[in-house]
């Protein structure tokens, strides 16, 4: 991602807050990304968190108050 200084793993979920999948993002990189279906929320981490948390593919979030 433009001015981004470390790779980054980007999960998108669907409205009811599911894992949909993930990719894989460089820095700097000006390559959109974007996923198979629509989705409602996208989450951005350090790539390979979401392996190393071992979430899959529709696993689910929860938001608390």
Do not use: C
């Not at 669907?14 to 629509?38: A, C, G, N, Y």
């Not at 409602?40 to 929860?62: P, S």
Request: no cysteine; net charge positive.
């Amino acid at each position: 991602m433009k001015n981004t200084l470390i790779p980054l793993s980007i999960g998108f979920f669907d409205p009811d807050k599911s894992l949909m999948e993930t990719q894989s993002v460089s820095p700097h990189s000006l390559k959109q990304v974007s996923p198979k279906q629509r989705y409602a929320f996208a989450l951005e981490v350090n790539q390979g968190w979401f392996a190393n948390q071992a979430i899959k593919k529709g696993d689910r979030f929860t938001l608390k108050k």
